[in-house]
């Protein structure tokens, strides 16, 4: 991803916080991970999901790239729950 600057929202280190995952892993997972979703709708700016697999770091990063500034906010990370994520971690699982 083309990107200047990386800002963590204040939920995103809430969430990384209780989930015990770094920043630098974050900042990995933009860098190295794969976009598997597109949320255009989303304001202000269009979102993403990427999902980055190393070993056994397995993250879903929500994030979205100001055009301008090219400055990417992390909205929110996680890991995947295998109960709604397929084995590939790239599709949902059926309802």
Same mark, same amino acid.
């Given at each position: 991803?083309?990107?200047?600057?990386?800002?963590?929202?204040?939920?995103?280190?809430?969430?990384?916080?209780?989930?015990?995952?770094?920043?630098?892993?974050?900042?990995?997972?933009?860098?190295?991970?794969?976009? =598997?979703?597109? @949320? !255009?709708? +989303?304001?202000?700016?269009?979102?993403?999901?990427?999902?980055?697999?190393?070993? /056994?770091?397995?993250?879903?990063?929500?994030?979205?790239?100001?055009?301008?500034?090219?400055?990417?906010?992390? =909205?929110?990370? @996680? !890991?995947? +729950?295998?109960?709604?994520?397929?084995?590939?971690?790239?599709?949902?699982?059926? /309802?």
């Amino acid at each position: 991803m083309n990107y200047k600057n990386i800002i963590f929202t204040q939920h995103a280190f809430q969430r990384m916080f209780s989930r015990n995952i770094t920043p630098d892993l974050v900042k990995k997972a933009i860098r190295q991970g794969e976009i =598997i979703e597109n @949320y !255009p709708d +989303d304001t202000p700016h269009p979102s993403f999901l990427i999902l980055f697999m190393d070993g /056994k770091d397995i993250l879903h990063v929500v994030a979205s790239l100001e055009d301008m500034t090219k400055t990417c906010f992390v =909205i929110t990370v @996680y !890991p995947p +729950d295998p109960e709604i994520w397929n084995q590939d971690f790239r599709t949902r699982r059926s /309802k």
